[in-house]
């Protein structure tokens, strides 16, 4: 009786360290995305740029300052496996205003082939803006080129 109960620790141990191993190799890093004042477009995040943005961390979390025209090159790579859902904000001077999850749209991630240089760029790429603009930007991002977009 006293084996049996040595063996179903032992799993539980196991499953415990199986747990927490496979979480802390596969979590990614929480992010914050802050825009300028009621910024409204299509974001697109080019990552791995030898000479993009810096890579700035605040708290642990990862902070991508989007630029006006919305396409931001960081040097940052793919932020992959699991996290918190991302923050949002407008800039207004050094305040912090939240946006709403009802105006941040269609986050995808993907990768582009660079016929230039033969390489492979992972973006991400989401939209900001209110509901009756939605479908127009959409399909404006469906058709952009994101690695030429400027």
Not at 9 to 27: A, D, E, Q
Request: proline fraction near 4%; charged fraction near 20%.
């Amino acid at each position: 009786m006293m084996k049996k109960g040595l063996i179903a620790l032992g799993c539980v141990v196991i499953l415990i360290i199986g747990y927490l191993f496979w979480y802390y190799t596969s979590s990614a890093d929480d992010e914050i995305y802050l825009m300028q004042k009621d910024f409204t477009g299509i974001v697109i995040i080019r990552y791995d740029v030898p000479n993009g943005a810096d890579i700035i961390y605040e708290n642990g979390k990862r902070i991508y300052n989007i630029p006006s025209s919305g396409i931001l090159e960081t040097k940052f790579s793919p932020n992959e496996g699991w996290s918190a859902p991302p923050q949002y904000y407008y800039l207004d001077g050094a305040n912090r205003i939240p946006i709403t999850r009802h105006k941040v749209y269609s986050f995808e991630v993907g990768t582009a082939m660079n016929n230039i240089t033969n390489k492979n760029i992972t973006y991400a790429s989401y939209i900001v803006s209110d509901e009756k603009n939605i479908d127009s930007l959409y399909n404006v991002r469906e058709k952009m080129n994101i690695l030429n977009a400027k």
